[in-house]
């Protein structure tokens, strides 16, 4: 990693600073697709459109607004990103993550990241929460790749990637809440093509649950930075060869709408028990 990236860091992480005029997250959440109307419970939002923060790029997907939302959730300042700037996209991991170095620079000590994912393991059905447990990074790359920026480590241990502490938490609020919560290992490929029935044996084999085209850099980054993670993902179509439906981004969107106030309550309990 360059020195030009770390530069890259600072740059952005001094303007969303300058604009939160003295709000500190403590928790950063990003939002996937579909799922970005978590930013209308902030309180006091502050909203920083992605073309107003040097290195930021304006996402091309259906569903990802493009803009960061600080203020109050359940009692907690928060930062919410919404909208990726995947690889796929045709950006670097480091530039894919760079909003995860942001958050931590700007102090956030825990990370909350949300994906729209397939669903490899047979009982999971559109519309399942699957807290991440572990994940596979099948993507080829990692953002942690070249120069060690500050703060970070060089080989950090990913045997607890996804914070059991965090993930109990979120199994109590599901209880209260009567949400069905289920776990698995989430696989993460390159994208942008849909799996094949070939690849997703292959996954399933591997110990895969679910599988989709983001989370693993910005986990990566976060544990590299101290950052505890929560990891969930909302499993919107049955992986190919599962089902024999075909699939489109549309009905992926459309479940992950319909499943997104769940999924908000969700989100915003587990804030809610980090206040206390």
């Not at 958050?103 to 807290?131: C, H, K, Q, S």
């Not at 209880?175 to 094949?196: F, H, N, R, S």
């Not at 544990?223 to 699939?247: D, F, K």
């Amino acid at each position: 990693m360059s020195t030009t990236h770390a530069d890259a860091v600072t740059r952005a992480a001094d303007t969303v600073r300058a604009a939160l005029g003295g709000l500190q997250p403590r928790v950063a959440i990003v939002l996937g697709s579909g799922l970005g109307q978590l930013t209308d419970r902030v309180t006091n939002p502050v909203r920083i459109p992605y073309g107003a923060v040097p290195g930021f790029h304006l996402p091309t997907v259906p569903g990802h607004q493009g803009e960061l939302v600080a203020g109050g959730l359940g009692g907690v300042p928060v930062i919410m990103q919404s909208g990726r700037f995947h690889m796929y996209e045709g950006h670097t991991a480091q530039v894919s993550a760079l909003p995860t170095r942001v958050f931590a620079t700007l102090g956030a000590d825990t990370l909350i990241v949300t994906n729209a994912a397939g669903g490899i393991r047979r009982a999971f059905g559109p519309g399942t929460l699957m807290l991440i447990s572990d994940h596979l990074n099948l993507t080829g790359r990692n953002p942690l790749e070249g120069e060690v920026l500050l703060g970070e480590t060089r080989f950090p241990d990913m045997t607890v990637a996804y914070d059991a502490g965090l993930r109990a938490l979120a199994h109590l609020v599901a209880i209260k809440q009567g949400t069905a919560l289920a776990e698995g290992v989430y696989a993460a490929l390159l994208g942008p093509t849909y799996e094949t029935p070939a690849e997703i044996r292959m996954l399933e084999r591997l110990g895969a649950d679910a599988v989709g085209m983001s989370t693993a850099p910005e986990t990566i980054v976060a544990r590299a930075r101290g950052m505890r993670v929560l990891g969930i993902s909302t499993i919107t179509n049955a992986a190919a060869g599962i089902s024999h439906e075909l699939m489109s981004h549309a009905d992926v969107m459309d479940v992950a709408n319909r499943v997104a106030d769940k999924l908000a309550n969700l989100v915003t309990g587990v804030v809610e028990g980090l206040s206390s």
